[in-house]
């Protein structure tokens, strides 16, 4: 599942190439893709048409799009969560339709289409009211840089965190919430009440790079230890960043569909059986929440205490 690189990655390009343009026709193409819109797909049409897409926002593995009047004035927002498989894609108006096209939105300006492809149909969109975050702030890397925006976000991303590289991210907060936990490190990690944006790749990337094992039991972290798996999440996050986000298949791609690379720099994820780039040891795998953990055993030995 695409997590806070690859999101972001996203939401940058939908930045530069839909904000600023009026939806002149919506359409939803799949009944699953508008499950999470309650009142129905008609619905979602009807608050989507005419409104000016007034900026690309992120929170976490969420992205939104307020959806301006004339006025300037938003009241809702247009949310994509891209699931396993979904692509915003920006394509040509006369582009042939993709095979899993799920959602098409055309502008007034004749440009580009803006298009949701979804090959499994596990992501979904819903346009939902803005709601004050009580916060101060959207947060993120995708933070909007209009103030008209920065108090507000969808209501069902609300009970969502800030991300470790959001300038609001508060450290010591996150330290004591997170020894606050009877649970494992990563466990702790993947909550994203606690801190958004982290999955299954970065989390043990992270960990990694701050010589924790993901079963670490939480109510033994020192300050420290917190403070290297941030900065291991900083780090890591910021290099697939750079690298367009990673990318094991065709079905995480950016919106003018190129895939990111930065799975040639992965250290442990996925990395079974091949030396340790830091000591040698060859990286395992273990089974963990129906999915996999990769750990060095050299690095990041086994606790005495481990939550599983």
């Known amino acids: 599942m695409p997590e806070l690189p690859e999101v972001e990655v996203v939401r940058r390009g939908v930045a530069r190439w839909v904000v600023g343009r009026t939806v002149s026709s919506a359409r939803f193409l799949h009944p699953r893709v508008t499950r999470r819109h309650v009142e129905g797909p008609a619905d979602a049409v009807a608050r989507t048409e005419g409104l000016v897409v007034a900026d690309a926002v992120r929170r976490g593995k969420y992205l939104w799009m307020p959806l301006a009047a004339a006025d300037g004035y938003a009241a809702d927002a247009l949310v994509v969560h891209l699931g396993m498989s979904g692509q915003l894609l920006v394509e040509a108006a006369d582009a042939p339709h993709e095979k899993h096209l799920r959602a098409l939105w055309e502008f007034d300006d004749d440009r580009e289409d803006l298009r949701f492809v979804d090959q499994r149909t596990f992501g979904g969109i819903a346009v939902v009211p803005l709601v004050g975050t009580g916060d101060g702030g959207l947060g993120g890397a995708g933070e909007s840089a209009d103030a008209s ?160």
Request: hydrophobic residues 40%.
């Open 149 to 308: 925006w920065s108090r507000f976000v969808p209501a069902p991303v609300a009970h969502i965190a800030r991300d470790p590289l959001d300038p609001a991210f508060d450290d010591e907060a996150f330290f004591r919430r997170v020894r606050s936990r009877t649970t494992g490190l990563k466990r702790a990690l993947l909550d994203q009440t606690l801190v958004s944006g982290v999955g299954n790749i970065y989390a043990d990337e992270s960990l990694w790079r701050a010589k924790l094992h993901y079963a670490r039991p939480t109510r033994s972290l020192t300050r420290a230890q917190a403070a290297a798996v941030l900065a291991g999440l900083r780090e890591v996050m910021t290099a697939a960043l750079a690298a367009g986000g990673t990318s094991f298949d065709s079905l995480y791609v950016n919106v003018n569909g190129a895939s990111g690379y930065f799975d040639r720099s992965l250290a442990v994820y996925g990395q079974v059986g091949r030396p340790c780039p830091r000591c040698g040891s060859l990286v395992r795998r273990d089974a963990f929440m129906n999915r996999s953990s990769f750990s060095c055993p050299g690095c990041q030995p086994v606790p005495r205490a481990a939550h599983w």
